[in-house]
């Protein structure tokens, strides 16, 4: 839906390809917000460019190994994407193809990914969830509510590092006929 509505937050670094004449005009990749990758989608978007999602990209990467790896990738991603948002918030008020994008794409990102998970433990009781859902949810809860504090206390961050394990690092290569 990003893409039919020409808003799209992120194009993940793992698997993002830009153009190096669009990543020049916007002066290349960040490096003052933790969520470089949505960042620097976001400053694309609001140039005029045109962000796709690729439905036929594959990418290899590594997920967390452990619970508390977990957290600090998503802390590290919620508490960037809430950094690159305070950045491009004047695309809220600007014509043209930033403002579009501002008002689609942080006007989304502000309700779904912060406001609703800030209020949702309130609105749905905790015992009512499975378990499955309990712990990832509540998690992720938890994880924007200590975003939004450190963001409102101004609170420096940094990178918290993922350990690698190396998981993928035995998988046989494909044969070009199954690409």
Known sequence: MFDVLECMP??????????????????????????EDTDLTMAICRSGYRVVYEEKAIAWTE???????????????????????????????????????????????????????LFAPAVRPL????????????????VVVQSVVTALLGARLGWHTIRRTGTFSDVPPQPASAR
């Open 10 to 35: 992120t194009v993940p670094g793992a698997i993002g390809a830009f153009r190096r004449s669009v990543l020049a005009r916007v002066g290349g990749v960040p490096a003052d917000t933790l969520a």
């Open 63 to 117: 997920a967390p190994s452990s619970l508390r790896q977990l957290w600090r990738q998503r802390y590290r991603w919620c508490h960037g994407t809430m950094q690159a948002m305070r950045k491009h918030r004047r695309s809220l008020v600007e014509r043209g193809a930033s403002g579009r994008f501002g008002r689609r794409c942080l006007t989304y990102l502000a309700v779904f990914q912060v406001l609703l998970p």
């Open 127 to 142: 015992w009512a969830l499975p378990l499955q859902q309990f712990a990832y949810r509540q998690l992720m809860y938890l």
